[in-house]
T-cell receptor
């Protein structure tokens, strides 16, 4: 079993829809959680960075962590065609400042 | 903004060649990383370095080596390239416990 599981999709939604992207993890020591966005033929770009449980909002994006169920979510409101990309979740524990464990990515297409 | 620059976007090499992939960051970051990214397998860590001349193996170091002679530069070396090393290679850097920032990758094809 992989430490971070992510549904690969693909996921297609109409423009303006609310998108929910999810990951589960198995390592109870994970304390830091990230979402990266990766456009085709580009490197991953950091989108959201959260510590422990709770919500963090940045514009149209909300990251949510539920440590009791080991569930990580990214919500995108009013989705745009420019949001079409692969979204990667990543986690690490507090002791390992260097290594991240990544999900395999979810490919999202927002249709105009 | 953090800038991580990988020297080549696309590279084609032949089996058995020694291949060098270069990465430079401009933010004085202590940590640097090399990953490969393959469809269905996600990002897998090859090697990382937390200081000049220091290196640690990641999850898939076999067939690779690294060099970090200067803080801003981290090189990945394929000692004798093989076709199963055809992949997208991503370099990242970070400062202490901060998130990693990635370059745009090198798409390497081994023929």
């Amino acid at each position: 079993q992989k430490e971070v599981e992510q549904d690969p999709g693909p996921l297609s939604v109409p423009e303006g829809a609310i998108v929910s992207l999810n990951c589960t993890y198995s390592n109870s020591a994970f304390q830091y959680f990230m979402w990266y966005r990766q456009y085709s033929r580009k490197g991953p770009e950091l989108l959201m960075y959260t510590y422990s449980s709770g919500n963090k909002e940045d514009g149209r994006f909300t990251a949510q962590v539920d440590k009791s169920s080991k569930y990580i979510s990214l919500f995108i409101r009013d989705s745009q065609p420019s949001d079409s990309a692969t979204y990667l979740c990543a986690s690490r524990d507090s002791g390992s400042a260097r290594q991240l464990t990544f999900g395999s990515g979810t490919q999202l297409t927002v249709l105009p | 903004d953090v800038k991580v620059t990988q020297s080549s976007r696309y590279l084609v090499k032949r089996t058995g060649e020694k291949v060098f992939l270069e990465c430079v960051q401009d933010m004085d970051h202590e940590n640097m990383f090399w990953y490969r990214q393959d469809p269905g397998l996600g990002l897998r860590l090859i090697y990382f370095s937390y200081d000049v001349k220091m290196k640690e193996k990641g999850d898939i170091p076999e067939g690779y080596s690294v060099s970090r002679e200067k803080k801003e530069r981290f090189s990945l070396i394929l000692e004798s390239a093989s076709t199963n090393q055809t992949s997208m290679y991503l370099c990242a850097s970070s400062s202490r416990a901060q998130p990693q920032h990635f370059g745009d990758g090198t798409r390497l094809s081994i023929l």
